[in-house]
């Protein structure tokens, strides 16, 4: 169960990009989180599993509060996050097989990583999974060889190949055609349905998420202003959560992305150290 | 829609001042190559300029015909010179590796510290040509090929690393993030997220490296540090043209089998 309390983010130029959110997800539910752009829909995903860190309130994971963790624990924590990212975000030059297991890079000490020497359990489980996302035969790809919904199906795997206890999604279906996109969002319903596993989907598509999600947050402005069955999304609230002609907010988006990436560097630099 | 009925023609790129500008520009330059020419030819003898020609023709009669008996003699010291520019590179490009990831913004421990110091270091290797850096050796550590591997790695650190560090700011922050989410150890999102998307660079660049390399250690002999470049001395210094014509033709053969390989082994990776 993810409890979020209070969370909120202030990004060094002053802007306000999630305040105040307050949430429970219980296992097995998955939650479209719908906004505009520059609503705090990137930020809120990021700051659960820390890619962003969040400013105020508390991340609660079963019972340990992710906000508050130093970096070895952020870490291993991290391995029970696993996420999905808009454009697959696979590491473009290593096999598909590579990406899969990257996503046990948490559990392996670091020769074994570099030697690409995983245990036997876990390459048998990078293969059931590749079997489930039905890429099998194309284990020894290049990930840069295959087609979009190929590649988002190998970022489902290497999620998955975490055993992680909540999945965030950020945009899966951003980058592919809509019949990839329902192909996508059918199979990631389905393997969380299949491990009881709670997922945060970030998405654009309001139909898509009414057809997909159990639950649906609407965002605006940082603020968490609907909270419901995808069938009580009516026209009134979705005026609520966009507006009629939100320009200002669009721009804000970009504002919020560059910021985001920009706390993304400046973590990497930290973790570094 | 504004209410403008009637749309002006005439469009111009620059405004005015800029046109005004820009032709200042344009004659300031021209006032400074005059400037830059009255003052370099102020020692020219033009007797001997007016001469050249005549002694170009004097020079290349006496440079023909090569002599080819010269060859067998040559094989050791161009061994020496592949070996100057091989060991040289590898030495350099290990060097180099660290520095890059220090001087790299998304890479180093420290922007405070780290980061200027391995600036410091691509800088200074880069500032000195791989000459004069033999030149420095061979004062310390005597003649011979040691010093030419050396000043060759020495060069070698700052044009590697300058590259390398960028290739590494240039990496796709999103597959560094995606592997930061799993929960992975700092090395291992550097050997996962980052070294993977440098790993053509890295290649393309120490190739490119070799090959320059290549044409820079001929020269190394001249201030003895070993090669080929010792031999074009020798025969310089008894004025044994062809001999010289032989040395000559050599290097360029040499330098046009590297620029082949590396051009292969480049395109190998891409």
Same mark, same amino acid.
């Given at each position: 169960?993810?409890?979020?309390?209070?969370?909120?983010?202030?990004?060094?130029?002053?802007?306000?990009?999630?305040?105040?959110?307050?949430?429970?997800?219980?296992?097995?539910?998955?939650? !479209?989180? &719908?906004?505009?752009?520059?609503? $705090? /829909?990137?930020? =809120?995903? %990021?700051?659960?599993? +820390?890619?962003?860190?969040?400013?105020?309130?508390?991340?609660?994971? !079963?019972? &340990?509060?992710?906000?508050?963790? $130093? /970096?070895?624990? =952020?870490? %291993?924590?991290?391995? +029970?996050?696993?996420?999905?990212?808009?454009?697959?975000?696979?590491?473009?030059?290593?096999?598909?097989?590579?990406?899969?297991?990257?996503?046990?890079?948490?559990?392996?000490?670091?020769?074994?990583?570099?030697?690409?020497?995983?245990?036997?359990?876990?390459?048998?489980?990078?293969?059931?999974?590749?079997?489930?996302?039905?890429?099998?035969?194309?284990?020894?790809?290049?990930?840069?060889?295959?087609?979009?919904?190929?590649?988002?199906?190998?970022?489902?795997?290497?999620?998955?190949?975490?055993?992680?206890?909540?999945?965030?999604?950020?945009?899966?279906?951003?980058?592919?055609?809509?019949?990839?996109?329902?192909?996508?969002?059918?199979?990631?319903?389905?393997?969380?349905?299949?491990?009881?596993?709670?997922?945060?989907?970030?998405?654009?598509?309001?139909?898509?998420?009414?057809?997909?999600?159990?639950?649906?947050?609407?965002?605006?402005?940082?603020?968490?202003?609907?909270?419901?069955?995808?069938?009580?999304?009516?026209?009134?609230?979705?005026?609520?959560?966009?507006?009629?002609?939100?320009?200002?907010?669009?721009?804000?988006?970009?504002?919020?992305?560059?910021?985001?990436?920009?706390?993304?560097?400046?973590?990497?630099?930290?973790?570094?150290? | 829609?504004?209410?403008?009925?009637?749309?002006?023609?005439?469009?111009?790129?620059?405004?005015?001042?800029?046109?005004?500008?820009?032709?200042?520009?344009?004659?300031?330059?021209?006032?400074?190559?005059?400037?830059?020419?009255?003052?370099?030819?102020?020692?020219?003898?033009?007797?001997?300029?007016?001469?050249?020609?005549?002694?170009?023709?004097?020079?290349?009669?006496?440079?023909?015909?090569?002599?080819?008996?010269?060859?067998?003699?040559?094989?050791?010291?161009?061994?020496?010179?592949?070996?100057?520019?091989?060991?040289?590179?590898?030495?350099?490009?290990?060097?180099?590796?660290?520095?890059?990831?220090?001087?790299?913004?998304?890479?180093?421990?420290?922007?405070?510290?780290?980061?200027?110091?391995?600036?410091?270091?691509?800088?200074?290797?880069?500032?000195?040509?791989?000459?004069?850096?033999?030149?420095?050796?061979?004062?310390?550590?005597?003649?011979?090929?040691?010093?030419?591997?050396?000043?060759?790695?020495?060069?070698?650190?700052?044009?590697?690393?300058?590259?390398?560090?960028?290739?590494?700011?240039?990496?796709?922050?999103?597959?560094?993030?995606?592997?930061?989410?799993?929960?992975?150890?700092?090395?291992?999102?550097?050997?996962?997220?980052?070294?993977?998307?440098?790993?053509?660079?890295?290649?393309?660049?120490?190739?490119?490296?070799?090959?320059?390399?290549?044409?820079?250690?001929?020269?190394?002999?001249?201030?003895?540090?070993?090669?080929?470049?010792?031999?074009?001395?020798?025969?310089?210094?008894?004025?044994?043209?062809?001999?010289?014509?032989?040395?000559?033709?050599?290097?360029?053969?040499?330098?046009?089998?590297?620029?082949?390989?590396?051009?292969?082994?480049?395109?190998?990776?891409?």
């Amino acid at each position: 169960m993810l409890k979020l309390e209070g969370l909120s983010k202030t990004y060094k130029t002053g802007d306000a990009a999630l305040s105040d959110v307050t949430l429970t997800i219980p296992k097995g539910q998955i939650v !479209g989180l &719908i906004g505009p752009s520059g609503a $705090g /829909k990137s930020t =809120l995903i %990021r700051c659960i599993n +820390r890619l962003v860190e969040p400013t105020a309130g508390k991340v609660l994971l !079963g019972d &340990i509060n992710l906000a508050r963790l $130093g /970096k070895t624990e =952020l870490r %291993r924590q991290r391995r +029970r996050i696993g996420m999905i990212f808009q454009e697959y975000a696979l590491v473009e030059r290593l096999t598909v097989m590579e990406n899969v297991l990257s996503g046990r890079l948490g559990y392996v000490p670091f020769w074994r990583s570099f030697l690409r020497r995983y245990p036997g359990r876990d390459v048998q489980q990078a293969y059931r999974l590749l079997d489930r996302v039905g890429l099998m035969h194309q284990a020894d790809k290049r990930a840069d060889a295959l087609s979009g919904g190929q590649r988002q199906r190998v970022g489902i795997a290497r999620a998955l190949a975490q055993e992680p206890e909540l999945l965030l999604v950020d945009e899966p279906t951003a980058s592919l055609d809509p019949k990839t996109s329902r192909q996508i969002m059918r199979l990631l319903t389905e393997v969380c349905a299949e491990r009881d596993l709670p997922a945060i989907v970030n998405i654009h598509d309001v139909p898509l998420a009414q057809q997909f999600m159990q639950r649906i947050i609407g965002l605006r402005a940082g603020s968490v202003v609907f909270d419901g069955a995808p069938s009580e999304l009516t026209e009134s609230v979705l005026t609520t959560i966009y507006g009629a002609e939100d320009w200002h907010a669009m721009r804000r988006g970009d504002e919020e992305q560059s910021e985001a990436e920009a706390d993304a560097r400046d973590r990497m630099a930290a973790l570094a150290e | 829609m504004t209410e403008i009925t009637h749309y002006r023609q005439t469009w111009t790129h620059r405004t005015p001042r800029a046109r005004l500008l820009l032709w200042t520009g344009w004659a300031a330059l021209v006032a400074l190559f005059l400037w830059c020419w009255q003052v370099m030819t102020e020692n020219t003898i033009w007797a001997f300029v007016w001469d050249a020609p005549r002694q170009a023709a004097d020079i290349g009669s006496r440079m023909m015909p090569p002599r080819l008996s010269y060859l067998p003699e040559l094989m050791v010291p161009l061994w020496d010179t592949l070996n100057i520019a091989t060991l040289g590179t590898i030495a350099g490009v290990i060097m180099a590796v660290p520095v890059a990831f220090l001087a790299a913004r998304n890479t180093t421990p420290s922007t405070r510290l780290l980061r200027p110091i391995a600036l410091f270091i691509i800088v200074a290797s880069r500032s000195i040509n791989s000459l004069i850096w033999a030149l420095l050796l061979v004062a310390i550590i005597g003649p011979g090929l040691l010093a030419g591997i050396v000043a060759i790695a020495l060069r070698s650190i700052g044009f590697v690393g300058k590259l390398l560090y960028e290739a590494i700011e240039e990496t796709d922050a999103r597959q560094i993030e995606a592997i930061e989410a799993t929960g992975a150890s700092a090395t291992q999102v550097l050997s996962y997220g980052i070294v993977p998307q440098i790993m053509p660079a890295f290649w393309g660049i120490s190739v490119f490296r070799w090959d320059i390399n290549i044409r820079e250690s001929t020269i190394l002999g001249l201030v003895g540090a070993g090669g080929i470049g010792l031999k074009l001395q020798a025969s310089l210094n008894v004025l044994a043209w062809p001999q010289v014509t032989v040395i000559l033709l050599l290097i360029l053969g040499t330098v046009v089998v590297s620029e082949w390989v590396s051009a292969s082994v480049r395109k190998a990776i891409i």
